[in-house]
């Protein structure tokens, strides 16, 4: 399989997506039955059983006093992410969960302007402004139903965005193996102590499916970091709109369900306008680069 390159990153793009699809079709597979906390736990607990031996290899160290309060920033964005996440997959058409996610680069610009002080031009305002559009064609208030599912779906693009602002503060010492390693310790008990409460033990049929959402989550991640690794995100990003198209597919195949011409619209007016940032925050970071090189 290649390694590098705009072919290698675009075909583990496309694997991330179809996979993260996969999971996403389990996790409504589960719904009704075994409890949201439930299947976060476990997911989180699988994470940590594959990222261990990974990561031991690499010694990855105890973070410092210092990270400690952003760990647990990072630790409450993304178990919040993930909770409503699944809440939201049980809850409604596999495909408009994705297609609302495509907020998150639109959330991240807002948080890197407030919380890391960094400035954001005309374009990318503008883009974020184009972004709420087409959340809000998605979404259609007034003129369909806002359930609490779609709010979810929504808000977990809020936290993810957040969880994203925190990795760029701890990166600036750690790596992402430890990042992604602690972070999953510090959910592994917020998780847990819920669970304990609506424990639904499941049954010989649901293991599978339980412990694969763990797994399939798991091998999604890594495809995505290796396809932004291998080629610039100009290049990948547009690809990720897959995602729709797999979903599209497995809420067909596994449920009868297939997202309206207006879902569609939407989710496309979101991804161009985060494309849009993404495309212009790498054109600046090349430039940067490269007035370095020339001084």
């Not at 750690?174 to 424990?199: C, K, Q, V, Y």
């Not at 161009?272 to 495309?279: E, L, Q, R, T």
Request: proline content about 5%; charged content about 10%.
């Amino acid at each position: 399989m290649l390694k590098t390159g705009p072919a290698a990153g675009i075909l583990w793009m496309c694997m991330a997506t179809l996979i993260s699809s996969i999971s996403g079709g389990m996790v409504r597979e589960l719904a009704g039955q075994i409890p949201t906390m439930e299947l976060v736990f476990f997911r989180n607990l699988i994470a940590l059983i594959v990222l261990i031996p990974i990561v031991r290899r690499q010694g990855v160290g105890l973070p410092s006093k210092s990270q400690l309060p952003v760990y647990a920033l990072r630790v409450l964005f993304a178990y919040s992410a993930m909770v409503l996440l699944f809440y939201a997959l049980a809850r409604m058409p596999i495909a408009d969960v994705y297609a609302l996610q495509y907020t998150i680069p639109l959330f991240t610009i807002l948080l890197a302007v407030i919380v890391l002080k960094q400035h954001a031009d005309i374009h990318s305002w503008a883009a974020c402004l184009v972004g709420f559009l087409g959340t809000l064609i998605v979404m259609r208030p007034g003129i369909i139903e806002i359930t609490l599912a779609s709010l979810a779906a929504l808000t977990t693009a809020f936290m993810h965005a957040g969880s994203n602002t925190t990795i760029k503060i701890l990166a600036r010492h750690d790596n992402p193996e430890a990042i992604t390693l602690w972070t999953n310790f510090g959910m592994l008990p917020l998780a847990l102590i819920p669970t304990l409460f609506l424990w639904v033990t499941p049954t010989a049929e649901q293991w599978p499916l339980v412990i694969g959402i763990g797994v399939v989550s798991s091998i999604g991640g890594y495809c995505f970091t290796r396809s932004v690794s291998a080629a610039d995100a100009r290049i990948v990003q547009p690809f990720q709109f897959s995602r729709m198209i797999f979903a599209a597919a497995i809420g067909w195949i596994m449920f009868s369900e297939l997202p309206d011409l207006w879902t569609w619209i939407g989710a496309a007016v979101i991804f161009a306008a985060s494309y849009y940032i993404v495309y212009r925050e790498g054109r600046a970071r090349r430039a940067e680069t490269a007035e370095k090189k020339s001084a």
